[in-house]
């Protein structure tokens, strides 16, 4: 019997149909040489594979199609379900609000005019319309 060895290649000599048995010498794997045939060193082997994979890439692509709209989908279910906040409401909105409350009072002030406000303390302002002052008297 001879033994397995990585470093060298083994030819098995002799006719046709000679055989020899051979083992590795660390996990004890046996295996019968037939004429002809050699062990090579795996660092020596090289492998070449065709693998048509379109199918699965196909498949793949279409797997993403549908989590991105699952994912797009969830996005406007949660910013559906967030409540919103102060700030994200536009000035124009919290105004309109302010204005249909009781206890605000509201002075328009049509475009181009100019209308001058003196407060109690004597201190006076000039507002430029277009322009909402909202009164607060609660």
Do not use: C, Q, W
């Not at 919290?94 to 002030?109: F, H, K, N, Q, Y």
Request: glycine share 10%; aromatic share 2%; proline share 4%.
């Amino acid at each position: 019997m001879g033994i397995f060895d990585r470093e060298s290649d083994v030819i098995v000599n002799g006719a046709p149909g000679g055989t020899r048995i051979i083992r590795h010498p660390e996990s004890g794997y046996r295996t019968a040489l037939h004429a002809g045939e050699r062990v090579v060193p795996i660092r020596d082997l090289a492998v070449k594979l065709n693998v048509d994979v379109s199918d699965a890439l196909t498949g793949l692509k279409a797997l993403r199609r549908e989590a991105d709209a699952a994912v797009r989908s969830l996005n406007s279910v949660n910013e559906a379900k967030r409540e919103r906040t102060i700030s994200d409401y536009t000035t124009r909105e919290l105004t309109d609000e302010l204005a249909r409350r009781t206890g605000v009072g509201e002075i328009v002030i049509p475009p181009h005019e100019v209308v001058g406000v003196t407060f109690a303390n004597g201190i006076g302002r000039s507002i430029a319309g277009p322009a909402r002052v909202l009164i607060n008297v609660d």
